[in-house]
Structure formats: structure tokens, C-alpha cells
């Protein structure tokens, strides 16, 4: 089957006759709820908050079409909400080093994860341009190409977690899911295909919602490799802060990429280029390094990000619906053969 076949077969919106569908785009996602990852493979960045977006509409964080297909999610899920307490910054702060643009994109969307798929950031980027990918990562364009290497910085400040047993198995469905289960046949890849159709491919297992901050740095691959050994033979503790600047500074880096936010907020991106500059030797910059040890920045930038944009996300193929072993494995084996075709099909456009 080509890429063609496999469009025309999965590309198709989730039928509301079998089950009741969430239709509000702006309800929060919500664990156990599936959803077809086919319908907009590559270009899950137009229906997850994962990058800065320009919409009139900036309130919402998932609005990808989902079903629910399991009846007691209620009682498994754990959901936990951050509690404003003494710590200085709820969140993590982490840089990656990134050989070329393939890295940097696995860098970006290492947290999100879609079983079945060898390459789940293309699930977010399949569809960008060399133009896309630079705009999304606060980079001139010209710098988006394999000529570089990068580093990756973010700060993240997690707002609301939320989770699923891995043992779905005993978990119940909804009649119509029932029902549909008991019409897929071994060996019939449209039975499967008409389920896909139906209730989805994945649900959600779990979830971190908030908001980030990022920054990406450009290099040369000669002094990338000079910095990258330096911070990995030292570490990040054993290196003065003068150190730290200069390296992430127009003095070492071809280019330092904009600061921007996951949800795209102005007011949080406006107060980092006015809170973050640093100066190394003449270069004035904003730089997220300078938040590195600073608990008064971090404290600050506490309360500015918000509840705004997904930060990890987990999908699980619906498997445990098939309580029979024969048949979850015809059903895995049916998706195996469309995701590689979609992930072999689909290259990036850069």
C-alpha cells in the first residue's frame, strides 16, 4: 500500500454516530481519550500548543478530535496540579547539544512520545519548511540548514501532570468500542482500518501541561566541538559564569536564536528581552543562561508562565482494547505497516 492509500484510508474524521465525541476545540486534553494520529501526522503543531502560534484565539492547549473509549479512566487517572510552595522555580531547566537540524528537532520534542513510531517529532514536523522550522525556533532562516550545529536551552515550568497505569487491560469500553472490537477479523486489514476510522489509533497515557521558555544557539561544528567537550569533560557546576556567557555569546556563536515561549506569550518573551540581557565584551544580548543560578530571575519567571501550552505528551496505541492476543497482534501489525509508511513517505520539506 503507498502513502496515497494509506491517506485515503486513515485521513478521515472520527465518527460521532459510534460514540459521543468531544467537539469543544478549547476543553483540555484529557487522558484515556483517543485519538487518530493519521488525520494530521506532520502537522500536529497546528493542533497542540507546542510552538508559538499566531491565532486570535490563544487560550486553548489540545484541540486535536478525540474519542472516549474507555469507560472507568476516572478512577485510574492521576492528575496533580502545581501548588505554589517554596521552591524557588517548579519546572526543570536543561540545554542539549545538537549535531545538525534533525537533533535539534528530536531535542525539542524529546518528551513527546507515540508508540509505534521510530521518529515521533515528525509527527509535529513533517510538514515545515526550512521557513517553518526557523520561525518556530527563533532563528534567521539562513541558520536553519545542516551547516550548523546548535544548542538547545529551555527553561520549563510544569503546571498540571497527569497519568494512566500502564495496565489498561482490564480497564472496560463503551458498547460501540465493544462492538467494533468483536467485528475486527484476523487477517482483514480493512476491519482494523474501519476501527481506526472509528475511535483512533492512540489515547493518551499521559500529559505535563505549563509553558517554556527556549533559546537556541547557532555554532560553527569546529567550535561546537571545542564547547561541547569543555561542558562535558567539566560539567556545567565546574565552569565561572564568565565562562558559561562567553560561550553562549556572539563571540563563539555564529547566531543566538530569539527567546521565545512554547504558547507564544508576548508579555513572558517581552520581559525576557528585558530581563535576561547579558553584555560580553560589546555584545548586548538576551540570554535564558543568565537564569542559571539567578533564584530571584527564576522566582519571577515562577509566576509568568503559566498554565499555556503542552510540555510532554505520551501516546499509547489502542491495543488494550483487544483483549484477545491474536487480534491485538493483527492490530499491531496493520499499524506498523501505515506508520512506517508515513514516516518513510513523509520528510521533512528543509
Known amino acids: ?9 486513515f485521513v478521515c474524521v472520527l465518527c460521532a454516530l459510534k460514540l459521543q465525541q468531544e ?6 486534553i484529557r487522558v484515556g481519550n483517543a485519538i487518530n494520529v493519521f488525520s494530521r501526522y506532520g502537522y500536529f503543531s497546528i493542533s497542540m500548543r507546542v510552538v508559538p502560534r499566531n491565532d486570535t484565539n490563544p487560550s486553548w492547549i489540545f484541540r486535536e478530535p478525540r474519542v472516549d473509549v474507555f469507560t472507568n479512566v476516572a478512577e485510574k487517572q492521576n492528575i496533580k496540579r502545581s501548588i505554589v510552595g517554596n521552591q524557588v522555580f517548579q519546572g526543570d531547566f536543561h540545554m542539549e547539544f545538537c549535531d545538525n537540524v534533525k537533533q535539534l528537532l528530536q531535542a525539542y520534542f524529546r518528551d513527546f512520545s507515540v508508540e509505534r513510531l521510530d521518529k515521533p517529532w515528525l509527527a509535529f514536523t513533517g510538514s515545515w519548511s526550512q521557513f517553518t522550522l526557523a520561525k518556530n525556533l527563533g532563528l534567521d532562516m539562513s541558520y536553519a540548514t545542516d551547516d550548523h550545529c546548535y544548542v538547545l536551552v529551555r527553561v520549563a515550568r510544569h503546571r498540571e501532570t497527569a497519568n494512566l497505569p500502564m495496565d489498561m487491560d482490564s480497564t472496560d469500553l463503551h458498547e460501540p468500542v465493544a462492538k467494533q472490537v468483536a467485528s475486527v477479523n484476523v487477517g482483514d486489514s480493512s476491519s482494523v482500518i474501519e476501527f481506526v476510522r472509528s475511535f483512533g489509533s492512540h489515547y493518551v497515557t499521559s500529559y505535563v501541561t505549563g509553558n517554556s521558555l527556549y533559546q537556541v544557539y547557532v555554532y560553527a ?8 567537550e569543555r561542558l562535558k569533560s567539566k560539567g556545567l557546576a565546574q565552569i565561572s559564569n564568565q565562562e558559561l556567557t562567553g560561550y553562549f555569546s556572539p563571540w563563539y556563536a555564529e547566531h543566538v536564536g530569539k527567546i521565545q515561549s512554547a504558547s507564544g506569550n508576548a508579555t513572558v518573551e517581552s520581559w525576557a528581552q528585558q530581563r535576561l540581557r547579558v553584555k560580553f565584551y560589546f555584545f548586548t544580548f538576551a540570554s535564558l543562561l543568565k537564569l542559571h543560578g539567578d533564584t530571584k530571575l527564576l522566582s519571577e519567571l515562577n509566576g509568568m508562565l503559566g498554565n499555556e501550552a503542552l510540555l510532554k505528551l505520551d501516546l499509547k496505541t ?9 487480534k491485538r497482534a ?9 506508520l512506517k509508511l508515513w514516516e518513510v513517505n513523509m520528510p521533512m520539506s528543509i
Open 1 to 9: 500500500m503507498g502513502l496515497d492509500g494509506a491517506k485515503t484510508l
Open 23 to 28: 467537539t469543544n476545540a478549547d476543553t483540555d
Open 221 to 228: 561544528p569546529n567550535t561546537y566541538k571545542v564547547i561541547k
Open 318 to 326: 489502542l491495543a488494550p482494547v483487544f483483549k484477545d492476543v491474536q
Open 330 to 338: 493483527w492490530f499491531h501489525e496493520v499499524m506498523d505497516n501505515n
